[in-house]
């Protein structure tokens, strides 16, 4: 009982100099700025402006280099000019070109759009067309054609039947060709 006797009496001493020194603290008055002191202000402001003692730029229309027009030279692209599209049996989607690595003969007509098709996407369509395609996960590495596909992966594709499609993480991505290596040839004495 002592304790909290002297816990509450600590606490309310605490209390009681806070609020002393609040009643105890009076605000700061000061002049509001008057017209003519906020004319001069605003004059010292604009007279030390840093832009004002840099120097005019030299040349002029004349002297700007010639690019490119970037709206001309970035213009976006044809999102079907730059897919391939698979449909089968009423669904299509679209999968980026080179994304396709094998095409069978047999399945060579479903690479087209055909009228009337629902088109939806990589995942969908793979779920219900996973009979006859089948996916090769590649590395970020070979879709940039900095890697050559392994061995084994080449000779699995030789024998498979199935349309093949390179995916990323599960979605499809374009392979670009190997870019070829070139080795330090050594000279023959």
């Known amino acids: ?50 832009m004002k003692q840099l ?12 690019s490119e027009d970037p709206s001309v030279v970035n213009k976006p692209k044809s999102l079907l000019g730059e897919s391939d599209i698979i449909s089968f049996d009423g669904l299509a989607t679209l999968v980026p070109k080179r994304a396709i690595m094998q095409i069978p003969v047999g399945y060579a007509d479903r690479i087209k759009i055909e009228p009337g098709v629902k088109i939806v996407g990589w995942a969908d369509f793979y779920a219900f067309n996973r009979g006859w395609i089948t996916t090769v996960e590649i590395s970020r590495v070979q879709a940039e054609g900095m890697q050559p596909l392994a061995d084994d992966t ?22 670009l060709p ?3 290596t070139t080795e330090p040839t050594t000279k023959q004495p």
């Open 178 to 180: 190997p870019k070829p």
């Open 1 to 50: 009982m002592k304790t909290t006797n002297l816990t509450t009496l600590v606490s309310l001493a605490v209390m009681i100099a806070g609020i002393a020194r609040v009643v105890a603290a009076e605000p700061v008055m000061r002049d509001v700025a008057t017209h003519d002191q906020l004319v001069v202000t605003l004059r010292k402001v604009e007279q030390a402006d840093p």
């Open 154 to 175: 080449k000779k699995q594709m030789t024998k498979c039947r199935n349309l093949v499609v390179a995916t990323y993480q599960g979605g499809p991505i374009s392979m």
């Open 55 to 66: 120097a005019a730029a030299k040349g002029g229309a004349a002297a700007v280099v010639k």
